[in-house]
């Protein structure tokens, strides 16, 4: 975010997104997640310190990016999907691969699904990592991966060191205080192969905040968890808060750098008090925020900001918007510039 | 005079032959420690004023980075001076680990 942005665009951006929590915020969003979460056993795996659970559950979360949901449902549903018990036993009879000896190791295993190839082509035959039947190889990858951090990072205790990580961080009173929490957990995970930033921050935002009650860190972490995808950064820039403050940048890695469209979230949520909306919320709820400007956009939500409701060529003519007028309408894919 | 603040030294020679070498403070030190034994480097602990004067040309490491970004190329002169600092000898060089 540029320093030269004025204090009075900030709060321009916050009183547009405010009207979106308005219309959009979900003030039952702890007491859903918290249903899911019970219903896929995750809340108990908790409590019992299951790893092997709270695996399956990730991985499957993890196997829905990049891809729409119907279509990562539908190949689960026909080819099955891959559980930590599968994978520790076939690692427990330890396979020739060098790459399989431990997290550390697991790196540039390259597995190709369809070309059925990989870097270690003398243990490609005896490999366990291509007998999942996966949607992609890179998946394949992720499991494995995933499997070898929280079986020789985490010493096969995820809650534990979830527990432990949180724990430093709880330390500072810093005004960083949040993004060290955020940091705690979701940093050393996205160097497991295949898991993005905003999966990460997508589920484990979830899983923290509604995970245990009891633990009032993980609720604090959790909260301030921003996923950033294509609709909530399309959305600040369509609404013209990117470019208010200074922090234009196209889609990707550049949404979680600082500055980008994370820090902005955060910063308006900063000042959006989410016990408004729900007297139960802590009072600084960025996920809150950032999950209502998504519902706000998603065809699944409200279906109000979004590419097949808004010619991107042109400036957004939906006068029925609940924040038309304030918003400055920026188009997306301008004739003759750069899409963003 | 304040005692230098120990720091863990995690070196040796990769596959390539190429040396490297990283620091770690204390809170990453056990999880550096198991790597380091897993991918067949040494390990020392930097107490002395000479010692860590060595060490503070050195990169930090990443005990969460896979492959090479565990611990980070060095300049040749500068890992040998670190192995005459831990033990007066020469290059490392990496052991095969068991994995546990």
Redesign the interface.
């Known amino acids: 975010m540029s320093n030269q942005s004025k204090p009075g665009e900030l709060d321009q951006a916050t009183r547009l997104v405010r009207r979106i929590c308005r219309v959009a915020g979900d003030p039952r969003l702890i007491d859903k997640l918290s249903r899911d979460l019970a219903t896929r056993g995750v809340r108990s795996a908790i409590r019992r310190h299951d790893t092997g659970v709270l695996f399956d559950w990730l991985l499957e979360t993890i196997s829905y990016q990049g891809i729409g949901n119907h279509v990562a449902h539908g190949y689960m549903q026909r080819h099955g999907r891959v559980r930590w018990n599968d994978i520790a036993a076939l690692l427990k009879v330890?396979p020739s691969c060098p790459k399989l000896?431990?997290?550390?190791?697991?790196?540039?295993c390259g597995y190709q699904k369809v070309e059925r190839c990989c870097a270690e082509p003398d243990h490609f035959a005896a490999c366990p990592l291509p007998t999942h039947d996966l949607r992609n190889g890179r998946l394949n990858q992720a499991a494995y991966?995933l499997v070898l951090f929280m079986r020789?990072?985490a010493n096969g205790d995820f809650v534990g060191w979830i527990d432990r990580r949180l724990a430093?961080a709880d330390l500072t009173s810093a005004p960083d205080r949040p993004a060290r929490l955020r940091q705690a957990v979701v940093?050393?995970?996205t160097?497991?192969?295949g898991v993005s930033n905003k999966v990460l921050s997508m589920a484990l935002a979830n899983f923290l905040l509604a995970g245990d009650a009891r633990r009032v860190v993980w609720i604090e972490a959790g909260a301030v968890m921003i996923a950033v995808d294509t609709l909530v950064h399309n959305f600040l820039h369509r609404t013209g808060i990117l470019g208010r403050l200074g922090a234009g940048h196209p889609y990707g890695p550049a949404c979680y750098a600082p500055g980008g469209c994370a820090e902005i979230l955060e910063r308006i949520a900063a000042n959006i008090d989410a016990r408004r909306f729900n007297p139960a919320f802590p009072a600084n709820f960025p996920r809150f925020v950032q999950h209502a400007v998504w519902a706000f956009c998603a065809e699944g939500g409200l279906d109000q900001c979004n590419g097949r409701q808004i010619d991107d060529r042109k400036r957004c003519a939906r006068n029925e918007c609940p924040v038309f007028r304030q918003c400055d309408r920026v188009p997306l894919k301008p004739k003759n510039g750069p899409a963003r | 005079m304040t005692e230098p603040t120990p720091i863990l030294i995690v070196f040796g020679t990769d596959g390539e032959g190429k040396p490297r070498a990283s620091r770690f403070g204390e809170?990453d030190a056990e999880?550096a420690t198991?790597?380091a034994a897993?991918?067949g480097f040494r390990t020392a602990w930097i107490t002395d004023e000479a010692g860590c004067a060595i060490t503070q040309a050195l990169p930090d490491g990443?005990?969460?980075?896979?492959?090479?970004?565990?611990i980070r190329l060095v300049r040749q002169s500068a890992f040998d001076k670190l192995c005459a600092a831990v033990d007066g000898r020469v290059a490392a060089t990496p052991e095969k680990a068991a994995?546990g």
């Open positions: 330890r000896q431990s997290y550390w190791h697991f790196d540039h991966s020789d990072v430093d940093e050393p995970l160097h497991a192969y | 809170r999880l198991k790597a897993l991918l990443n005990v969460f980075a896979r492959g090479n970004g565990f994995v």
